[in-house]
């Protein structure tokens, strides 16, 4: 008959579990960890910040702080990273010894997550306003100075170059674009910036206004600007094609994004392929951001994200995002004089490219102060001018950098 010692299979038990792993020396980084995911499913649930990517970022974070989970294995990706490693650049070791969350951060590391939500975002987004005042182009352009002035702050603070351009890429507020970068140049700081992205993303509504409505004139605020000629189905289907083949010859590192979002924007626009805009829209969008948020969220370990590191990021990014609202509304004001008071400059804050919310607060903050005046097809130009201009930016970046 076999012994059967009790006492030392509870032991076992308890020597295994995770509870143990909390108490042992380092444990309390875990807790910590959860609290911070906790705080952010707070923030996602209830105060409805980025709800749709947020909760997943979070609950990723929780699960991957769960010791012996075995969810996701940060030793994995370091090998992964390291030159010097059997293992460099080996999916195959990650797919033999990896967990659940290793599997799905393949789609952030192959850059295949960030491209397919490009895809959905031009299949969401309609052009026309962007062509019919080109103009709109420089408040999308100018509100990237956010992006370069936080790089050279980053680069005084200590951070490396590719780390300072990830970093920088947060004033663009464009997610995708955010984690695509990052995962390219300095995927160690991935949880840190996405974070910093999607929160400022979600709070532009608070963020945007006082500097609105220091940089601008009560006159100013109070422009109605005139009924933007109706575009062409012609040029809304010649567009994406003309941009796909410019920008990816000026830049080819732009490809992946500009590419993927001016084919979604052609399902949309050609008018011959609406099941697949409906499904890069909706189905395939949705699944994908559920594979993207929680792997983001796996790589919020604590050995990476409880360090002085992570606070720079958090201030550099805010600071990041606070610029590209000015370069954008000084353009506005710019153009505003030069056809003598056509332009309301309001819309130039929209040149970050979080599409439409930018947008929305561009007609709210306008009118407060002339309750007739209709300025969100207006901002659409340069809102969706930044979602290029972030792009480009990224691409100009990773071919300093990569």
């Not at 749709?52 to 990706?77: D, K, M, R, T």
């Not at 509100?143 to 050279?152: C, D, I, M, S």
């Not at 309301?344 to 002339?370: C, E, F, H, T, W």
Request: glycine content about 12%; charged content about 10%; proline content about 5%.
């Amino acid at each position: 008959m076999l012994a059967f010692n009790i006492g030392e299979s509870l032991l076992g038990i308890w020597e295994g579990s995770g509870i143990n792993a909390f108490l042992a020396d380092g444990g309390w980084k875990s807790l910590v960890m959860i609290a911070i995911a906790c705080v952010l499913l707070y923030l996602g649930i209830v105060k409805k910040f980025e709800p749709l990517l947020l909760v997943g970022i979070a609950f990723g974070c929780l699960l991957s702080n769960l010791p012996l989970g075995g969810l996701y294995h940060q030793e994995l990706w370091d090998a992964f990273m390291d030159e010097g490693s059997q293992y460099y650049h080996s999916y195959g070791h990650v797919l033999a010894n990896g967990g659940l969350l290793d599997f799905f951060y393949i789609g952030v590391k192959t850059s295949l997550y960030p491209c397919i939500i490009f895809m959905g975002v031009g299949a969401m987004t309609d052009f026309g306003p962007l062509l019919a005042n080109p103009k709109s182009m420089l408040m999308g352009a100018s509100a990237q100075l956010g992006v370069f002035a936080a790089f050279f702050l980053a680069v005084l603070l200590g951070f490396t170059g590719p780390e300072a351009a990830s970093i920088g890429i947060i004033g663009g507020a464009d997610g995708p674009t955010a984690i695509f970068l990052t995962t390219k140049l300095a995927p160690h700081l991935l949880g840190a910036i996405a974070i910093a992205a999607y929160s400022y993303m979600a709070l532009i509504p608070l963020i945007q206004p006082p500097f609105m409505k220091l940089l601008t004139t009560k006159k100013e605020r109070q422009v109605v600007m005139k009924q933007a000629r109706e575009v062409s189905k012609t040029e809304k289907i010649v567009f994406p094609i003309v941009v796909t083949v410019f920008v990816a010859a000026m830049l080819p590192d732009t490809a992946p994004l500009i590419g993927s979002l001016m084919l979604g924007n052609l399902f949309r626009e050609c008018g011959v392929t609406g099941r697949l805009s409906d499904t890069v829209q909706n189905a395939l969008m949705n699944i994908v951001t559920i594979m993207l948020s929680t792997s983001v969220g796996a790589t919020m370990v604590a050995s990476t994200f409880l360090t002085p590191d992570t606070l720079k990021i958090v201030l550099l990014g805010v600071l990041s995002f606070i610029l590209s609202t000015v370069g954008g509304l000084l353009t506005g004001k710019i153009l505003y004089v030069v056809t003598k008071g056509k332009i309301n400059p309001l819309i130039g804050s929209a040149g970050v490219s979080a599409v439409p919310m930018a947008a929305r607060v561009s007609q709210d903050v306008g009118r407060k102060y002339n309750p007739t005046n209709y300025l969100l097809m207006h901002a659409m130009g340069p809102n969706v001018a930044g979602v290029i201009g972030s792009a480009i930016a990224a691409g100009f970046l990773l071919s300093v950098f990569g």
